[in-house]
């Protein structure tokens, strides 16, 4: 079982998340762990910890922001528009896909988020939009029309299983009993899932 599990919380809008999210997921990779994908709106959090939205910090800030950003992405060699064409786009239902995404396996979580990103601070492309979504998860391999089956209220339409799981290596079978690595190990078990109901634990491991 991988207990190397990183919950990262990240703002699907933020050009910080953009401009560090392929460094994380390369981090996670270097030290083969996984992660739980916790996407957050900003705006709600600001009037609780005492931040302000962009709009309203002072003009000084704002142009000093964009100085900033415009550093970070010459530093680290990613390209970024500073102001995106569709920036004040919500970002509420690029967060639904890219929950639904990650439900299907963390990969596709994070490869979705990505898109996500790249879409609104380099591709000038609206986040908001179902079909630019689907075309993004279309471009990554994703299955697109099951992904995108979303209600208003943010429930896939389509069944889901709920766990994280990993293949199994030689070693993992060896220690677990198992004459081949044929299956899979579960990794975790989101709460409150099917999974969860029908009694399946981190640690299980799933044959076919």
Same mark, same amino acid.
């Given at each position: 079982?991988?207990?190397? &599990?990183?919950?990262?919380?990240?703002?699907?809008?933020?050009?910080?998340?953009?401009?560090?999210? !392929?460094?994380? &997921?390369?981090?996670?990779?270097?030290?083969?762990?996984?992660?739980?994908?916790?996407?957050?709106?900003? /705006?709600?959090?600001?009037?609780? /910890?005492?931040? *302000?939205?962009?709009?309203?910090? +002072? #003009?000084?800030?704002? +142009?000093?922001?964009?100085?900033?950003? $415009?550093?970070?992405?010459?530093?680290?060699?990613? #390209?970024?528009?500073? @102001? #995106?064409?569709?920036? +004040? /786009? /919500?970002?509420?239902? $690029?967060?639904?896909?890219?929950?639904?995404?990650?439900?299907?396996?963390?990969?596709?979580?994070?490869?979705?988020?990505?898109?996500?990103?790249?879409?609104?601070?380099?591709?000038?492309?609206?986040?908001?939009? #179902?079909? @630019? =979504?689907?075309?993004? $998860?279309?471009?990554?391999?994703?299955?697109?029309?099951?992904?995108? !089956?979303?209600?208003?209220?943010?429930?896939?339409?389509?069944?889901?299983?709920?766990?994280?799981?990993?293949? *199994?290596?030689?070693?993992?079978?060896?220690?677990?009993? =198992? !004459?081949?690595?044929?299956?899979?190990?579960?990794?975790?078990?989101?709460?409150?899932?099917?999974?969860?109901? $029908?009694? =399946?634990?981190?640690?299980? &491991?799933?044959?076919?």
């Amino acid at each position: 079982m991988n207990d190397k &599990v990183v919950d990262y919380y990240f703002a699907p809008v933020s050009p910080w998340t953009y401009l560090g999210h !392929e460094r994380f &997921v390369a981090m996670l990779q270097a030290n083969a762990a996984t992660c739980r994908l916790y996407p957050v709106d900003l /705006s709600k959090v600001f009037p609780v /910890s005492g931040g *302000l939205p962009l709009p309203k910090r +002072a #003009p000084q800030r704002q +142009a000093y922001r964009l100085v900033e950003l $415009a550093r970070w992405s010459d530093w680290l060699q990613v #390209p970024i528009n500073v @102001t #995106p064409k569709f920036g +004040a /786009s /919500s970002g509420d239902l $690029a967060s639904r896909w890219i929950l639904a995404a990650a439900g299907r396996s963390v990969a596709s979580g994070l490869a979705m988020t990505g898109g996500v990103l790249r879409a609104r601070w380099a591709e000038e492309r609206d986040i908001a939009d #179902p079909a @630019t =979504l689907g075309a993004i $998860a279309e471009g990554l391999g994703l299955d697109a029309a099951a992904i995108g !089956e979303l209600r208003e209220d943010g429930n896939v339409d389509r069944g889901w299983l709920g766990v994280q799981i990993q293949g *199994l290596n030689e070693d993992m079978a060896a220690g677990l009993g =198992l !004459e081949d690595t044929h299956g899979a190990l579960i990794a975790d078990v989101i709460a409150g899932s099917p999974a969860e109901k $029908a009694g =399946l634990k981190p640690g299980d &491991v799933v044959r076919s």
